[in-house]
């Protein structure tokens, strides 16, 4: 069975600062594929960032960064210079095969806080 | 990139009604749409997916008799909550499916009251 596991419940980071979302998942499929979505309290899915399993570099968007550790199986989002802005849900997601039907399976998110 | 339209954005409805949810890719054809639901605080649990034509795959403890999902076109699938209960509150949310696996793209979703 697939899982995505997200261990912070909260985050707090000081404007302008980093600070690192983890995610860890498992999954026995070889091929996956692993999402960061931002869910303001408006509740829309914003796609942030994605990274395949077969992927040699970690992806990277603007100030988002994934941390790709394929042997630890863990897919952390690091969020570079916070803005107020990106106070928010952070969820992780996993898509793999599912049947004949691929799903995204979600972690439980992460809270974050951006203080000024 | 590709828009995925929900309607309505709010509803409040009396117990033992049923509601309706549209969801619709705008720009792009959808062969498969998937039903979130969300309830506060908590993450997002699939309910079921929803491809065109065929019916509807319901993921384990879903009652498909509840929650009654027609994918009548590329764009368009609906979602049902027949005879709700207030425990149906909750926040429902769509994506649609284009033809690359990665993309799924996510509706402005649905917040369900009953009373």
């Known amino acids: 069975a697939q899982k995505i596991t997200q261990t912070q419940p909260g985050m707090f980071v000081q404007e302008k600062e980093a600070v690192t979302l983890d995610c860890t998942y498992d999954?026995?499929?070889?091929?996956?594929?692993l999402f960061w979505y931002k869910q303001p309290s408006s509740g829309e899915m914003i796609f942030l960032i994605y990274?395949?399993?077969?992927?040699?570099q970690n992806a990277t968007e603007g100030r988002y960064s994934l941390n790709f550790q394929k042997a630890r199986k863990s897919a952390n989002l690091v969020i570079s210079a916070s803005q107020l802005g990106d106070s928010a849900m952070y969820f992780c997601?996993?898509?793999?095969?599912?049947?004949?039907?691929?799903?995204?399976?979600f972690g439980k998110g992460t809270l974050l806080t951006v203080n000024p | 990139g590709a828009v995925v339209s929900q309607h309505p954005s709010r509803v409040i409805c009396k117990s033992g009604t049923s509601v309706k949810i549209e969801c619709r890719s705008l720009?792009?054809?959808?062969?498969?749409m998937f039903w979130y639901r969300q309830f506060p605080k908590q993450s997002l649990m699939l309910m079921a997916t929803?491809?065109?034509?065929?019916?509807?795959?319901?993921e384990q403890g879903v009652e498909k008799d509840k929650f009654l999902i027609n994918h009548a076109s590329l764009t368009l699938s609906t979602l049902t909550v027949t005879s709700a209960h207030p425990e149906d509150s909750s926040f429902y949310i769509c994506?649609?499916?284009?033809?690359?696996?990665?993309?799924?793209?996510f509706g402005p979703g649905t917040r369900l009251l009953v009373l």
């Open positions: 720009d792009f054809q959808a062969t498969t």
């Open positions: 929803s491809n065109e034509g065929s019916k509807a795959t319901y």
């Open positions: 999954t026995s499929d070889p091929s996956y594929g």
């Open positions: 997601a996993m898509i793999n095969s599912g049947g004949s039907n691929y799903k995204l399976t």
């Open positions: 994506s649609a499916g284009g033809q690359s696996l990665m993309a799924q793209y």
């Open positions: 990274q395949g399993s077969y992927d040699q």
